[in-house]
Antibody
Framework: EVQLVQSGTEVKKPGESLKISCKSS????????IGWVRQMPGKGLEWMGI????????RYSPSFQGQVTISADKSISTAYLQWSSLKASDTAMYYC?????????????WGQGALVTVSS | QSVLTQPPSVSGAPGQRVTISCTGS?????????VHWYQQLPGTAPKLLIY???NRPSGVPDRFSGSKSGTSASLAITGLQAEDEADYYC???????????FGGGTKLTVL
């Protein structure tokens, strides 16, 4: 059974760093793109970027380029999303999702989401 | 403002049919990229509903169907049920952005 399990709720202060995780199981982690999607409170889904764990090929949405870093550790089938300096506007739910096939494909399995709250 | 445009809300009575549109442009849907649809129930992660324009994953009722034409796509739900009340999102790929894009989402209310 394919599963993506994300790390838990985070409460941080502005300026702090953060790295959240997404652990995959039930399939060959190396050969599927993993994407990150932001959902701000009461808002829609926003594609942030994707990574191909086999060679760490990473693509970012222009809106998130330079704002976050996406990485993956093949040895533990885990993808990461990190910030070096959080802002209040980073407060959102963050989902990881497996992309089925190519970069143009659908996201067929999703993590449960990780809520990040940034507040002084 | 999303690259893919969806109506903010639609509604229908139980048993009725509703459609949700997703309008793009020549750099995404019009360029031939597939459209996918997701259902997000309150407080849960999105779930794949329709992939590659008109295909249903295993377990999705045949009350849900998708279509695509030109620069637009549509999701149709027939035999509306109370449990269909959710947010629905379309997704495609945009060659100008070189990445995936989502519609702004449509809230379906079952009256």
């Amino acid at each position: 059974e394919v599963q993506l399990v994300q790390s838990g709720t985070e409460v941080k202060k502005p300026g702090e760093s953060l790295k959240i995780s997404c652990k995959s199981s039930g399939y060959s982690f190396t050969y599927y793109w993993i994407g990150w999607v932001r959902q701000m409170p009461g808002k829609g889904l926003e594609w942030m970027g994707i990574i191909y764990p086999s060679d760490s090929d990473t693509r970012y949405s222009p809106s998130f380029q330079g704002q976050v870093t996406i990485s993956a550790d093949k040895s533990i089938s885990t993808a990461y999303l990190q910030w070096s300096s959080l802002k209040a506007s980073d407060t959102a739910m963050y989902y990881c999702a497996r992309q089925r096939g190519s970069r143009t494909a659908n996201f067929d399995y999703w993590g449960q989401g990780a809520l990040v709250t940034v507040s002084s | 403002q999303s690259v893919l445009t969806q109506p903010p809300s639609v509604s229908g009575a139980p048993g009725q049919r509703v459609t949700i549109s997703c309008t793009g442009s020549s750099s995404n849907i019009g360029a031939g990229y597939d459209v996918h649809w997701y259902q997000q129930l309150p407080g849960t992660a999105p779930k794949l509903l329709i992939y590659d324009n008109n295909n249903r994953p295993s377990g999705v009722p045949d009350r849900f169907s998708g279509s695509k034409s030109g620069t637009s796509a549509s999701l149709a739900i027939t035999g509306l049920q109370a449990e269909d009340e959710a947010d629905y999102y379309c997704q495609s790929f945009d060659s100008s952005l070189s990445g995936s894009i989502f519609g702004g989402g449509t809230k379906l209310t079952v009256l």
